[in-house]
């Protein structure tokens, strides 16, 4: 199994539905991250938690809002989903130690809006 | 802000040809950087990463510099294989507090590399 487990893979939805994107893992670590990516733009952050009381908002985080219901659960909801929200979503955690920087990733969830 | 710049592709060779994809930096302090893979249908994967100027990252028979000097971290593999198609992202985090973990990356290469 997946460290990082994202649910679901992919979903079609239509503009003004309300969708939760969920992660959940198993390594243990104390942050987490979602980020999105669309072509030509990399990768964005969009959220990020760095303990189960602490939720920050990273770049781009208007239209999105997140929960942290335990150490391994962080979804990622969008209220009232608008088609420039159709993009690929990662899910990501890393440890809570100085100097590694390294994030471990989900599989994505492709998410359409129409 | 911090940004991370890459050149453009998608990149196309042949198996065993040279391979550089270009990275550039700009940020304040001394940021660590990293090399990420994303192989068709998967997440994200660390590559390589550097976390001081003139460091070598190297994994896989890939490699990159860190030169503060150029704010450059450019990927190199002598001969790429077939295996290799992916997309590599540049990035970069920013050292001290909570900036650990935090990246910010690269718009991403496609590199296609044909038999």
């Known amino acids: 199994d997946a460290d990082v487990t994202q649910t679901p893979r992919n979903r079609i939805t239509k503009t003004g539905k309300r969708i939760m994107l969920e992660c959940s893992q198993t390594?243990?670590?104390?942050?987490m991250y979602w980020y999105r990516q669309d072509p030509g733009l990399g990768l964005r952050l969009i959220y990020y938690s760095f303990d189960v009381k602490d939720i920050n908002k990273g770049e781009i985080s208007d239209g999105y809002s997140v929960s942290r219901q335990a150490q391994a659960k962080f979804s990622l909801s969008l209220e009232s989903a608008i088609p420039n929200q159709t993009a690929l979503y990662f899910c990501a955690t890393s440890t809570g130690q100085a100097v590694t920087g390294e994030l471990f990733f989900g599989e994505g969830s492709r998410l359409t809006v129409l | 802000g911090d940004s991370v710049t890459q050149m453009e592709g998608p990149v196309t060779l042949s198996e065993e040809a040279f391979l550089t994809i270009n990275c550039t930096y700009t940020a304040t302090g001394y940021p660590s950087l990293f090399w990420y893979v994303q192989y068709p249908g998967e997440g994200l994967q660390l590559l390589l990463k550097?976390?001081?100027?003139?460091d070598k990252g190297s994994n896989k028979g890939f490699e990159a510099t860190y030169r503060k000097e150029t704010t450059s971290f450019h990927l190199e593999k002598g001969s790429v294989q077939v295996s290799d198609s992916a997309v590599y992202f540049c990035a970069l985090s920013k050292a001290g507090g909570t900036s650990y973990g935090k990246l910010t990356f690269g718009q991403g290469t496609i590199l296609t590399v044909h038999p």
């Open positions: 550097a976390t001081k100027a003139d």
């Open positions: 390594k243990g670590h104390d942050r």
